[in-house]
């Protein structure tokens, strides 16, 4: 289930800050706005709220090298976060990132795609998309099935099988922290156990590192979407 | 349509320096929720009222029957043979013109619904005005659900102990038509009650002729059931019919020959003018049903239910920080991982150090006891102060773990103390932890792996032994306090408010020492009537004369008590307390349980002997004291259900036994009753027969979301007398351990790495 939020002062604030963008662009050192636009969404209709954008704006290739570590930008609609996070443990293959506080976490795969949540309420807590990441680095359009684990209303693992679609979507090119980036696009649309339906959406680089996507977390907080950074 | 979503509370911040980076200003922002708010009720839960937790949609007749105005699935007074949500609890309050009843009931299987209800029933007779106070239990179980042509078809006994004020049975059978169930067409026959008029002889009298008769009730005392009653006498039929007419309005037209009035008050006018009862009902969605009828060709009358299930929290997610994450270590080199780390001067202090950041990061929410270390094994010992689901609060142990140890240390064990004692060891491979964690089902595949054994089974770890600051713990409180009494025969509610000064110290090496003064403010209590003094031939009055508790004393001593904790062999725990262990009683309290840690049945054996303390709170004793004591058996039944049966002498000195049953869920809810048999006779015992109760908990996280163990509920007694009573002593073992073993573990388990 994807949770759509368009709100009016998001959309004013992000047309206010793309007109004083042109009137005021500095050159190289600050990213595309218009790229930016695209980044987090598909056309206008799905754009950043103006603090997410605040943050990938100040994401330069300066402040990427000193750094040192790769970066992601983190935006959940549902409970109006955006946030910057950055690796923090690795173990079993998948990546652990947590914002400045450590209030907030996803974890990812090698490649970047989601494997559980934590500090978003309702939480992603583990998943087995094995299928999913195999299919996106063979770049391969087709059927694939994920384990999707939340917990139930008696904190018991309830553990659900979903059957997605992965078709291919064309491509675009990203320019993140000033690096340019020639990636597919890939929608994968999948099907839940009450026969809801959610679509995630991965922008692959040419070395299969996802490199911005959005992401169902669950039916109550809908989707996460992220942009990784490198120095 | 989603559940409406919580607006996030202030997450805490988790403390310890997390900033990674400088180059940044901080990049957080969280910004108030665009969600709608939980309506203000979830905020603050107060005894009855609650919220249908789920969708504000209204559901069809199928999926979510009316509450009759007994609490019951049906119509108005009558029965349909349809059940409520599994776990359902439904609190129904319904009244007209001098009758009221307010009703608790719990579908505690998916096809049977129990009910507890309490009744103000006022007959005007040309003279006088005769006012009882009733208490009845209800059971209803649907035992054939619709399918094809076939109806559901259910049974069930109204006020089936109790004073019989409204005892009836019923087979009741339930057709829903329309595509989307929007008709709901009823039609049974009842006994007792349920046929007053229009009877006819029973055909059950077909299998034998003593159904034909129904035995005259024997009033007595109220309080025991009746079996010999059961479907025996002339029989009614009763019918209904429900429409569905908006996507929140239910029309309900119901014939019924019932008469819900007691035999021995035929002089009183209670006149039924028409056969058939007419109501409507509303949907409030999360608010609940309200219902406007007319009934007896005469009366309007009101009903209000409202249900709320434990398995739909108020919250739906955790609102706080996330954990410590978890690193695998590097490769091993190839002679291993450096073991001379042991040996390194100020080890044990570095090490120290980090576990107690690392709790500080985790939110502060558990407290070191001590950390035995060797190369290659660590025994951590915690304090779990805040985290409901203990099995969270292991994995949050875990990750500490995981991340101050150094690679050697291979072997993760984990011992939650509380009063001083070992609870259990828990045992878990940091290969496991790395490999498991991001796992789907990790959760389970990890506490599959764990051992969980008796503390003392293997010893700790001698290499390095650190002591938390943990080893004596001080906590006092001050906060004001709401005590209930009720179903007192004259007064259904009384209640004083006041302040409660609270102190607790562990001295270390199992000594406990606690206390509570009470000091009420302003209330009623002191005008709780003395129930029937002392008996001749009755028991000694070691709880009805709590009027005279309540009238003596303005504050008093709750308890004072000192109490000594030991695990003196492998599964095994005992306590002493002594002092003043309650309101009523003062004097020495023993106990011994054995619990083994992968078990579902624990035993104990508790011998106490106490004086009666006076009236006044103080520090004074009675003339009265008694020996007591019980051996128990705790058993996990399985599915839910966990068991409870203790014999042996009470206060009064009595001589029986009580055995309590109740419906847990993983998330702490829990809801049972329970009944007591002595060897004082039910005519010795007075009103109600024997000592019985309904028992309800309720986990305040499931209302907050947030990390918290605190927990509210009670014991609801129809009436507290003499025989049967057990002394309410603090503390007790198996509350204190059980949560600690395998079997509470693997329930919470799904909580592990969260």
Request: hydrophobic content about 45%; proline content about 5%; aromatic content about 10%.
């Given at each position: 289930m994807i949770t759509a939020s368009l709100r009016a002062p998001a959309l004013l604030a992000a047309l206010t800050l793309s007109l004083s963008g042109c009137i005021g662009s500095q050159g190289r050192d600050l990213p595309d706005l218009g790229t930016l636009r695209d980044t987090f969404g598909l056309g206008g209709a799905e754009t950043l709220g103006p603090s997410a954008l605040d943050l990938a704006r100040a994401t330069t290739p300066q402040s990427m090298a000193a750094l040192g570590s790769d970066l992601l930008i983190v935006e959940v609609p549902a409970l109006g976060l955006a946030t910057r996070m950055v690796p923090v443990g690795t173990t079993g293959g998948v990546t652990s990132w947590q914002d400045d506080a450590g209030r907030h976490e996803v974890a990812l795969s090698q490649s970047g795609v989601l494997r559980s949540t934590r500090g978003m309420v309702a939480d992603l807590m583990s998943s087995d998309t094995g299928m999913t990441e195999a299919a996106l680095a063979a770049r391969r359009p087709g059927n694939v099935a994920r384990v999707m684990v939340h917990l139930d209303g008696e904190l018991r693992d309830s553990p659900e099988r979903h059957l997605c679609e992965i078709a291919r979507q064309g491509d675009a090119t990203l320019t993140l922290a000033g690096r340019s980036y020639a990636t597919a696009i890939f929608r994968e649309t999948c099907l839940a156990e009450d026969d809801s339906a959610y679509v995630n959406r991965y922008w692959i680089d040419a070395d299969g590192m996802i490199r911005q996507s959005l992401q169902w977390i669950s039916p109550e907080i809908g989707e996460v979407r992220m942009a990784r950074f490198s120095p | 349509m989603h559940p409406p979503l919580p607006a996030p509370a202030r997450l805490r911040y988790a403390g310890g320096d997390r900033r990674l980076w400088g180059a940044f200003h901080d990049g957080t922002m969280l910004r108030r929720a665009l969600l709608r708010r939980l309506p203000l009720p979830s905020a603050a839960l107060a005894g009855a009222v609650a919220l249908i937790a789920g969708g504000a949609l209204a559901q069809s007749l199928r999926d979510s029957p009316t509450v009759n105005s007994y609490g019951l699935p049906g119509l108005l007074d009558m029965p349909t043979a349809t059940s409520f949500d599994n776990a359902n609890v439904t609190t129904t309050v319904f009244g007209f013109d001098g009758i009221y009843h307010g009703t608790l009931s719990f579908q505690v299987l998916p096809d049977v619904t129990v009910s507890f209800r309490y009744s103000d029933l006022t007959y005007q007779t040309r003279n006088t005005a005769f006012e009882h106070w009733d208490r009845s239990f209800d059971i209803h179980w649907q035992a054939i659900t619709e399918d094809g042509w076939w109806p559901s078809v259910a049974v069930g006994a109204r006020d089936f102990i109790g004073t019989g004020f409204l005892s009836g049975e019923y087979v009741v059978a339930t057709r829903h038509l329309g595509s989307r169930d929007q008709v709901a067409v009823t039609a049974g026959i009842g006994w007792g009650r349920f046929a007053d008029r229009n009877t006819f002889t029973n055909p059950l009298g077909a299998i034998d002729p003593r159904f034909e008769t129904r035995p005259d009730r024997t009033i007595g005392q109220g309080g025991e059931a009746e079996l010999d009653q059961f479907f025996r006498g002339d029989a009614a039929v009763f019918a209904g019919i429900e429409w569905q007419a908006t996507e929140d309005l239910r029309l309900q037209l119901e014939y019924s020959n019932a008469r819900f009035v007691d035999d021995s008050l035929s002089t009183v006018d209670f006149v039924i003018d028409s056969d058939i009862n007419l109501g409507l009902t509303y949907d409030l969605g999360q608010w609940g049903q309200v219902s406007a009828q007319y009934l007896y060709g005469n009366t309007i009358a009101l009903r209000y239910a409202v249900a709320v299930n434990p398995t739909r929290p108020a919250v739906p997610g955790l609102i706080a920080d996330a954990p410590i994450p978890?690193?695998?270590?590097?490769?091993?080199?190839?002679?291993?991982?450096?073991?001379?780390?042991?040996?390194?001067?100020?080890?044990?202090?570095?090490?120290?150090?980090?576990?107690?950041?690392?709790?500080?990061?985790?939110?502060?929410?558990?407290?070191?006891?001590?950390?035995?270390?060797?190369?290659?094994?660590?025994?951590?010992?915690?304090?779990?102060?805040?985290?409901?689901?203990?099995?969270?609060?292991?994995?949050?142990?875990?990750?500490?773990?995981?991340?101050?140890?150094?690679?050697?240390?291979?072997?993760?064990?984990?011992?939650?103390?509380?009063?001083?004692?070992?609870?259990?060891?828990?045992?878990?491979?940091?290969?496991?932890?790395?490999?498991?964690?991001?796992?789907?089902?990790?959760?389970?595949?990890?506490?599959?792996?764990?051992?969980?054994?008796?503390?003392?089974?293997?010893?700790?770890?001698?290499?390095?032994?650190?002591?938390?600051?943990?080893?004596?713990?001080?906590?006092?409180?001050?906060?004001?306090?709401?005590?209930?009494?009720?179903?007192?025969?004259?007064?259904?509610?009384?209640?004083?408010?006041?302040?409660?000064?609270?102190?607790?110290?562990?001295?270390?090496?199992?000594?406990?020492?606690?206390?509570?003064?009470?000091?009420?403010?302003?209330?009623?209590?002191?005008?709780?009537?003395?129930?029937?003094?002392?008996?001749?031939?009755?028991?000694?009055?070691?709880?009805?004369?709590?009027?005279?508790?309540?009238?003596?004393?303005?504050?008093?001593?709750?308890?004072?008590?000192?109490?000594?904790?030991?695990?003196?062999?492998?599964?095994?725990?005992?306590?002493?307390?002594?002092?003043?262990?309650?309101?009523?009683?003062?004097?020495?309290?023993?106990?011994?349980?054995?619990?083994?840690?992968?078990?579902?049945?624990?035993?104990?054996?508790?011998?106490?002997?106490?004086?009666?303390?006076?009236?006044?709170?103080?520090?004074?004793?009675?003339?009265?004291?008694?020996?007591?004591?019980?051996?128990?058996?705790?058993?996990?039944?399985?599915?839910?259900?966990?068991?409870?049966?203790?014999?042996?002498?009470?206060?009064?000195?009595?001589?029986?036994?009580?055995?309590?049953?109740?419906?847990?869920?993983?998330?702490?809810?829990?809801?049972?009753?329970?009944?007591?048999?002595?060897?004082?006779?039910?005519?010795?015992?007075?009103?109600?027969?024997?000592?019985?109760?309904?028992?309800?908990?309720?986990?305040?996280?499931?209302?907050?979301?947030?990390?918290?163990?605190?927990?509210?509920?009670?014991?609801?007694?129809?009436?507290?007398?003499d025989g049967g009573a057990r002394l309410d002593v603090d503390g007790r073992l198996y509350d204190l351990v059980s949560d600690y073993q395998r079997p509470n573990l693997v329930e919470t388990e799904g909580t592990l790495w969260r």
């Open positions: - | 978890v690193a695998a270590r590097p490769a091993p080199p190839a002679h291993g991982y450096d073991r001379a780390w042991v040996a390194a001067p100020g080890a044990a202090t570095t090490l120290r150090d980090a576990v107690e950041a690392a709790l500080l990061t985790d939110g502060g929410a558990m407290t070191l006891v001590g950390l035995n270390v060797d190369a290659d094994r660590a025994t951590l010992r915690l304090r779990n102060l805040a985290y409901p689901q203990e099995a969270m609060a292991l994995g949050r142990a875990l990750r500490i773990m995981a991340a101050t140890l150094p690679a050697s240390v291979e072997m993760f064990e984990v011992i939650f103390v509380v009063a001083g004692l070992d609870t259990s060891r828990v045992r878990v491979a940091r290969s496991d932890v790395e490999r498991n964690l991001h796992q789907a089902s990790g959760a389970g595949l990890t506490m599959a792996l764990a051992e969980v054994e008796g503390a003392r089974v293997v010893s700790d770890p001698a290499t390095l032994e650190i002591a938390g600051d943990d080893a004596s713990r001080f906590t006092w409180g001050l906060a004001p306090y709401l005590e209930l009494s009720l179903f007192d025969p004259e007064n259904p509610l009384l209640y004083d408010v006041g302040i409660a000064a609270s102190a607790r110290f562990e001295f270390g090496g199992g000594f406990v020492a606690s206390a509570i003064a009470h000091l009420p403010v302003f209330g009623t209590l002191g005008e709780a009537r003395i129930v029937d003094g002392v008996q001749p031939g009755g028991p000694f009055p070691v709880r009805s004369e709590s009027a005279l508790y309540h009238q003596a004393s303005d504050g008093y001593i709750d308890h004072l008590t000192l109490s000594h904790y030991a695990t003196v062999a492998p599964d095994i725990h005992t306590r002493l307390t002594f002092g003043y262990l309650e309101r009523m009683f003062a004097g020495v309290s023993g106990e011994v349980l054995w619990h083994p840690a992968r078990s579902d049945i624990a035993f104990g054996l508790e011998v106490n002997h106490v004086w009666r303390r006076d009236f006044d709170g103080g520090f004074g004793v009675q003339d009265y004291d008694v020996t007591t004591g019980h051996v128990s058996a705790y058993i996990d039944l399985g599915n839910d259900f966990e068991a409870q049966l203790d014999l042996g002498r009470y206060l009064a000195g009595d001589w029986g036994g009580t055995f309590a049953l109740e419906r847990t869920f993983d998330n702490g809810w829990r809801v049972g009753a329970f009944a007591t048999l002595t060897d004082v006779s039910f005519e010795e015992f007075g009103e109600g027969s024997f000592d019985k109760g309904i028992t309800l908990t309720v986990p305040l996280h499931w209302l907050t979301g947030t990390q918290t163990r605190r927990e509210g509920g009670g014991t609801i007694r129809p009436l507290w007398r």
